[in-house]
């Protein structure tokens, strides 16, 4: 059974750092797609990062430069470090095994919420 | 603002069809796949449909995808009390390497 679980999450104050974790089971981070989603309290999806199965990394326009996205194939877990962290980042995060380019997301993890504020 | 476009919100009553919209540009839907995510208030995302029109397993066939050119469709048929959700569509956009989703549809079932 695939599980997605998002651990990582809380309060930080702009300009802060945190890492956010997606540890996978049912299947192999490193042979798969993962990809990280936020949702703004109340408002839509958006897409945040991706990487490939050959350590390609992407990101959204607003986080690039910021945010990190990792993979630590041993535990099987994706990372996402966060840094200069602003209120706009405000948000549920999610990790999604897929991706855009191919057949979309399949699981999606609990999501973690990570709340930007002084 | 979203670079897919969806309607903010439908309507219709129980047993009727709705049609949810997804435009986008030459760079996103008219050169990859599209999918459709499913969000009941409070939880996460739902894959309702991949590759355009693919279902998942377990997805009822009231629920059909479309894509022609750079728009896609979403298709509920038979709607269901329970089909109230916010319907996202998703796509890679390969000019810009980045992936997206459309600013979401809110559906209410009378």
């Known amino acids: 059974e695939v599980l997605l679980v998002e651990t990582g999450g809380g309060l930080i104050q702009p300009g802060g750092s945190l890492r956010l974790s997606c540890a996978a089971s049912?299947?192999?981070?490193?042979?798969?797609?993962v990809t990280w989603v936020r949702q703004a309290p109340g408002k839509g999806l958006e897409w945040v990062s991706f990487?490939?199965?050959?350590?390609?990394?992407y990101y959204t326009d607003s986080v690039k430069g910021r945010f990190t996205i990792s993979r630590d194939n041993s535990k099987n877990t994706l990372h996402l470090q966060l840094n200069s962290v602003r209120v706009e980042d405000t948000a549920m995060y999610y990790c999604?095994?897929?991706?855009?380019?191919?057949?979309?997301?399949?699981?999606w993890g609990q999501g973690t919420l990570v709340t930007v504020s002084s | 603002q979203s670079v897919l476009t969806q309607p903010p919100s439908v309507s219709a009553s129980p047993g009727q069809r709705v049609t949810i919209s997804c435009s986008g540009s030459?760079?996103?839907?008219?050169?990859?796949?599209v999918s459709w995510y499913q969000q009941l208030p409070g939880t996460a995302p739902k894959l309702l449909i991949y590759?355009?029109?693919k279902r998942p397993s377990g997805i009822p066939d009231r629920f059909s995808g479309s894509k022609s050119g750079t728009s896609a469709t979403l298709d509920i048929t038979g709607l269901q009390t329970g089909d109230e959700a916010d319907y996202y569509c998703?796509?890679?956009?390969?000019?810009?390497?980045?992936?997206?989703f459309g600013g979401g549809t809110k559906l209410t079932v009378l």
């Open positions: 049912g299947f192999t981070v490193s042979s798969d797609y």
């Open positions: 590759e355009n029109y």
């Open positions: 990487i490939s199965i050959g350590g390609v990394t």
């Open positions: 030459s760079s996103n839907i008219g050169k990859n796949y």
């Open positions: 999604a095994r897929g991706r855009l380019a191919g057949s979309g997301f399949d699981y």
């Open positions: 998703g796509t890679w956009d390969g000019s810009l390497n980045v992936g997206m």
